[in-house]
């Protein structure tokens, strides 16, 4: 029995504390029984309990489940994030592939409204540094940021690079981009004033996008770390393209004072029974070809179907008048919606750009049988 009280009593928790007694005028004894200013101690006992702890006392523990769903969920983000560089690198590759292309055959892009091409951009001095074609450099760093952001994606890293120098390499190569990018919208305003180029504001658009997603993949505090160097490698950029322009010319404004009379257009080249027949089919299905005559890819256009067949075009110059700043398009191209030249309207579709004869006649539906009819008329 006092084994079991021991026990019993052993597994209990003890608490002192103190209380003080009333006044004696509240006890209701006789005063030979009052010990006035006394204190005797106080034992609280609290006994345990076998039945499991409230939670709210219980620290709380995080499960294999939550956490590899919150695994999951950032190997999710981060993977949608690494495809978003790959889709811009490949589409500023593809942007300045094409530019690269008019930098070395010296080709004319497709013609915009206001007249000016690319070409002033591409063929000034602004268009390399050090000697290599600003497109081509801009190819490569495209290359760069698609292929590592893929190798990210993937956490397949080449030379044993970790997961984390790769992405700070990325943030560099997008931060270089960015300020290179900057520097040449500031060119384009500044030295090159009248000249447009839509390929080149596009791949400025991309570079400046890729650098903001590098800023959200990167973390504040890993960014306090580095802002020093990227500061650097932006001065670094800057620096070496105005050292490599320093002996540019300018390109003298021509957006106030370019004023072209209308002429025109002759055109040189025979035309084949097969062109004509296409021609006169075209204008009899409703087709239309919408050019300026002062765009080249125009001219070209007509010279595919030669002199007679281009006759039986249904031809619509949009500057009847003439070109100057301020001259309004054609209402008939405006309220169709020409954005560039030269543009073909078949069927209701639009198609820009110059387009092959034995594309036109598939797109207008024409057939090789009415090809032979009209050879056999002539």
Not at 157 to 167: A, E, Q, T, V, Y
Not at 168 to 176: N, Q
Not at 358 to 369: C, K, P, R, T
């Amino acid at each position: 029995m006092i084994m079991a009280s021991f026990v019993s009593v052993s597994s209990c928790q003890f608490r002192f504390g103190f209380c003080e007694l009333p006044p004696p005028s509240l006890i209701p004894y006789t005063r030979r029984f009052e010990v006035p200013g006394r204190r005797f101690p106080t034992i609280t006992i609290k006994c345990s309990s076998s039945e499991p702890e409230n939670s709210e006392d219980s620290a709380p523990s995080l499960s294999p489940s939550s956490s590899s769903s919150s695994t999951s969920e950032v190997s999710t983000t981060n993977s949608s994030t690494y495809n978003w560089y790959t889709v811009l690198g490949g589409i500023g590759m593809l942007d300045t592939a094409y530019l690269t292309y008019l930098k070395v055959t010296g080709s004319d892009a497709f013609c915009p409204i206001g007249g000016g091409t690319c070409g002033d951009v591409l063929n000034s001095d602004y268009a390399a540094v050090f000697g290599v074609p600003l497109p081509v450099i801009g190819f490569v760093m495209y290359g760069l940021v698609t292929a590592l952001s893929a190798e990210l994606g993937e956490e397949n890293l080449p030379f044993g690079i970790s997961k984390n120098n790769g992405r700070f390499a990325l943030f560099g190569i997008t931060t270089a981009m960015a300020s290179a990018s900057a520097y040449f919208l500031y060119i384009l305003s500044t030295k090159l004033s009248g000249s447009s180029c839509l390929y080149c504001l596009v791949s400025a658009f991309i570079s400046f996008c890729l650098f903001f997603l590098s800023l959200k993949d990167v973390k504040l505090e890993e960014i306090k770390q580095v802002v020093g160097l990227q500061t650097c490698l932006a001065i670094l950029v800057v620096a070496s393209l105005t050292a490599s322009y320093s002996t540019a010319q300018p390109i003298p404004s021509r957006s106030g004072d370019i004023e072209l009379p209308y002429y025109r257009t002759e055109i040189t080249s025979s035309s084949s029974p097969y062109a004509i027949a296409l021609a006169k089919h075209l204008n009899s299905i409703g087709a239309k070809m919408y050019g300026a005559f002062w765009c080249s890819h125009c001219l070209e256009q007509k010279e595919m179907f030669g002199k007679e067949a281009a006759k039986e075009l249904n031809y619509v110059e949009c500057f009847p008048d003439g070109y100057k700043k301020g001259t309004k398009i054609l209402k008939a191209c405006a309220d169709a919606g020409i954005e560039g030249f030269p543009t073909w309207i078949i069927n209701n579709q639009v198609f820009s750009g110059e387009i092959e004869l034995a594309e036109l006649a598939e797109m207008s539906g024409f057939s090789l049988d009415q090809a032979n009819e009209a050879s056999e008329v002539q």
